[in-house]
């Protein structure tokens, strides 16, 4: 790093330091600094620079050796505080607002009443650039992204704030910096957030996150910057930073504490997660505790207005119990409830008219499932009469539960193949690289979740989408048009495996087991995608709840299947005939002691799962040792469970014990050998025999239930054995065919 004067400089409030000189000077260079640096980025057009910039705090890193104190590094920070205090829109909702996203405004709208309701400081961290020569120098530029981090939460820190909000441009990888900070993806209603697209920023994507706690990364950086920060020049009004107006001054503030945000209309680009909005900016209230019983009687007796509840709505209405948070004796008395007899008005009463609306929003998305007949609709309005809810706002509601239901906003007879669109043939080599469709799989309601994960993509026709070989860090769904998937072995020209329709999931193996991505994609046509990255998919399977379980079960369903068909054609190029196996060694299973959660903690397909969570599922481990040459059959009917190999290594052996199986790899440590009881199906006996002495580990299916807090999290790891299972398999099954081809080109006549 070339020799410098660094020093810190805090900006606060410049519209109250207009006649201070010194202020005027810093404030143009930062804006000059935003400038530039946003211009190298996004060119001529892009206006870094709003209202905000007047009434925030900047903290900014400075070189003193350049007249005039040149910014290098500088960033933004306004207080939920500051916005009331001067009648503006909070950073966060404004964001949401001009990218026409209100449900991610609904997220920041819910943070802002927690945050008001238990006397939290909560502020938004903006519009972070680092001056483009200062970024030529590695040494210097990372220092400065280091300062970021360090003065800015020092600054917060001094200011009394407790919750922080920052939009990461995933270009930059700043939702990387940001996790390591202690950010997380914004929440709504429990469900990470999709990024959004700002709109100022030419559609960039930015992902909304909130950070509750600094994490010790984020703490060893504020230490490394005390220094710095101590000596700090201050630019303040009364040389101090606070949200107080100026003494003496007139203040004009909002009855409603700040100013209001009106949420824009949903666009196609977002689709709720779950989805009424109250009044002020869509967000879907909280049930209080004491109303639950209430709420869910009322809505059972309008759901089964026409005279029945079905299967499926019940399934519903014990989902949405779990969602409260509720005991099972809740889900007893519902059973035992007389919903056709019930008193409605006598249940709507303690409700009120905002828990109300979130009940007519559950009724009716759950009674969609059967259809909303007319019987039900009268209940609906019925029950909106007796709660003073207007008729057009109950349209309003019975409307987004269409909407949401049809995925019209999101053109669904194109995207989802068997609601009309024909049903293209798939290769038996095309179906390894593809599998079948996996949103046929998932729900409407799942896969508008998964969909809205995305960010959108327009290709035109014979353009490249990603090609064989290259890193796999997001998956793509098929909004319109066709793609074709293409692969290419050594010696070989090119082959197109299979033309990929709208509405299919594409790179999903990749993204799994982080490898190679095993064909090409090209567009036949103009199309439009949704490429999902790598962290929004982990984010919504592994924190999504139900609707997560959902879809990485899907998922690993998906792949189970390409599996099977992968083995099924290497079979064909080998003569070999297995038999069904007969009764192999009987394995002796014992209780699994502490040392077992050190070598869990080593595998890297279940590295997501906490010691803590091993620790507490313990007791539901089992192990069993296999001396070498001896054979098992797998799995055992009397104990349906999912194994794995600790210690040692199994290869799969024919039948009849005449030799190993060679269409299907060796299982190594760490490797599944058995999981059809994870996804919910009965496995195929297959015979196993241990190269060396082994060790098993039993996990009980019971633990893959989304019950259990670590499911998400074995199952996450359990497709991603699969999936580097299935890359394995693939590679046998094409040097079994490549072998055979050349077998037969040499055959004489």
């Given amino acids: 790093m070339a020799e410098r004067s660094l020093r810190c400089v805090v900006l606060d409030r410049v519209y109250d330091l207009w006649s201070d000189a010194h202020a005027q000077r810093l404030f143009q260079n930062l804006v000059d600094l935003k400038r530039v640096g946003f211009g190298k980025e996004y060119g001529y057009g892009v206006l870094p620079v709003d209202t905000l910039d007047l009434t925030s705090t900047h903290f900014a890193i400075v070189d003193e050796r350049q007249e005039g104190m040149v910014p290098l590094m500088a960033a933004r920070m306004t207080t939920l505080d500051r916005a009331r205090l001067f009648n503006t829109a909070f950073p966060a909702l404004q964001l949401c607002a001009l990218a026409a996203a209100p449900y991610h405004g609904s997220a920041v709208q819910q943070l802002i009443d927690r945050c008001t309701a238990e006397g939290r400081k909560l502020t938004y961290w903006g519009l972070w650039t680092i001056h483009p020569e ?37 270009r930059f990888k700043v939702d990387r910096v940001g996790r390591a900070w202690g950010f ?206 207007p008729h057009e706002v109950v349209d309003s509601i019975l409307a987004l539960v269409r909407d949401e239901a049809d995925i019209g906003a999101i053109r669904a007879a194109e995207l989802f193949p068997e609601r009309g669109v024909a049903a293209h043939s798939v290769s038996d080599e095309g179906h390894i690289v593809v599998g079948s469709n996996l949103l046929q799989m998932l729900s409407s309601s799942d896969r508008a979740r998964l969909f809205a994960l995305g960010r959108p993509q327009v290709v035109e026709a014979h353009a490249e989408v990603v090609r064989q070989g290259s890193a796999g860090d997001c998956l793509f ?62 984010a919504l399977t592994l924190h999504g709840g139900d609707t997560g379980h959902r879809i990485l079960k899907a998922v690993a369903a998906s792949v189970h299947d390409r599996l099977v068909t992968t083995r099924r054609l290497a079979a064909s190029g080998v003569a070999q005939e297995d038999v069904a196996p007969a009764v192999g060694t009987t394995l002796a299973w014992n209780a699994a002691s502490g040392s077992v959660i050190d070598v869990l903690r080593m595998l890297p397909a279940f590295g997501a799962v906490r010691a803590a969570e091993w620790k507490e599922m313990l007791p539901q481990l089992r192990v069993a040792p296999i001396e070498r040459g001896s054979e098992i059959v797998l799995p055992e009917p009397e ?47 297959r015979r196993w025999r241990a190269r060396s002495p082994t060790q098993l580990l039993r996990l009980d299916a019971g633990l893959f239930d989304p019950r259990n807090g670590a499911a998400a999290r074995l199952l996450y790891g359990l497709s991603r054995d699969l999936a580097t299972t299935l890359r394995r398999t693939t590679g046998l099954s094409m040097h079994f065919r490549m072998a055979h081809f050349r077998m037969a080109w040499v055959r004489p006549s």
């Fill in 134 to 170: 200062a970024r030529a120098d590695r040494e210097l530029a990372t220092y400065l992204a280091n300062s970021l981090g360090g003065i800015g939460h020092l600054l917060a820190r001094d200011g009394g704030v407790t919750d922080q909000v920052m939009g990461a441009t995933l």
């Fill in 184 to 389: 997380e993806p914004l929440l709504l209603d429990g469900a990470p957030l999709p990024p959004l697209e700002v709109a100022h920023l030419l559609g960039e994507p930015v992902l909304l996150m909130h950070q509750r706690q600094p994490s010790e990364a984020a703490r060893e950086l504020m230490d490394s910057m005390q220094d710095l920060w101590e000596k700090r020049l201050v630019l303040a009004p009364e040389g101090r930073i606070s949200d107080d107006p100026p003494p003496g001054a007139k203040v004009n503030v909002r009855a409603d504490g700040g100013a209001e945000l009106h949420a824009p209309a949903a666009t196609s680009s977002y689709l709720p997660s779950v989805l009424y909005a109250r009044d002020r900016y869509g967000a879907i209230p909280e049930v209080p505790v004491g109303q639950n019983v209430d709420y869910l009687k009322a809505l059972m007796a309008i759901v089964g207005a026409d005279g029945a509840i079905s299967a499926n709505e019940w399934l519903a209405i014990q989902e949405l119990v779990r969602k409260l948070g509720m005991h099972e004796k809740v889900l007893q008395e519902l059973r035992r409830f007389d919903w056709r007899h019930a008193d409605l008005a006598a249940h709507l009463q303690p409700l009120g008219a905002g828990t109300g609306r979130r009940m007519l929003y559950d009724a009716a998305r759950i009674a969609y499932e059967e259809g909303l007949s007319e019987h039900r609709q009268t209940a609906i309005h019925s029950a909106a009469g007796q709660l003073d809810i």
């Fill in 477 to 538: 769904v098929i909004e319109e048009g066709e793609l074709a998937v293409v692969r290419c072995l050594p010696g070989d020209d090119e082959e197109v495996l299979v033309t990929a329709p709208a509405g299919s999931l594409l790179g999903e193996l990749a993204v799994l087991d982080g490898g190679a991505r095993t064909a090409s994609l090209r567009a036949l046509r103009r199309s439009v995608l949704r490429v999902i990255e790598l962290s929004a998919f982990e």
């Fill in 639 to 685: 104990h349906p469970a999912i194994l794995l190999v600790l210690r040692g290594a199994l290869t799969p052996w024919l039948g009849d014990s005449s030799g190993p199986e060679a269409t299907t790899p060796s299982i190594a440590p760490g490797g599944v050998v058995e999981y059809a009881a994870a996804l919910g199906f009965a496995g195929e006996p």
